[in-house]
């Protein structure tokens, strides 16, 4: 039997970059990857990682988009990558679930475990209830210690204000321990 696997993490804990790691290992023994990405991340068309290596989505889902079928429509791939998976659907989840037990086709999954205001985003929270493996893949806060959380900065400034997904503007991100989030954003979400 496939499994559905999450693997997250805070800002820069290299999501992206292992994504396309997996994806090169698949395709270099021959096998087709569908890279899938939530058109509500307007970033890039493309997975692109911090540390400028960069990867073709080949499905972009918008929330309404029904993904087990899309992925099936597409000819059934020999593994499914999820980047920005916190974005997706409890359905979508579900699907990628379905994909991966009843279709036998792996699916890895990347995303951040919670928002800004330390609260889980809705595809974050089904993938930790369905995801047969969960792995944290980690990053460092400013201070040395391992980061856990994200905090977002406005101008420079940290904020808990605004809607739980903002990508463009003077909207940044800064991953962080719980003892330095507490000290610069204030209280939890």
Known sequence: MAKLYFRY??????KSTALIQVAHNYEER??????VKPAI??????VLSRISVAREVDLVVEPDTVLRDAVLG??????????????????????????????????????????FRTRGFPGSLRLMELAHSIEELKTICR????????????NGEFTQAGSQVAI???VGYESMCGTCYLQKVGTLG
């Open 41 to 46: 991340d307007t970033k890039s068309p493309a």
């Open 9 to 14: 993490g805070a800002m820069n804990s290299g």
């Open 168 to 170: 463009d503007g003077e």
């Open 74 to 115: 597409a000819g059934a791939p020999d593994c499914i990558l999820v980047d920005e998976a916190q974005f997706l659907t409890g359905t979508q989840v579900e699907d990628l679930f379905r994909l991966a037990v009843l279709d036998g086709i792996p699916v890895i999954a990347y995303g951040l475990r919670s928002d």
């Open 143 to 154: 201070c040395g210690r391992k980061a856990t959380l994200n905090a977002r900065t406005v």
């Open 30 to 35: 021959g096998q087709r990857v569908l890279v």
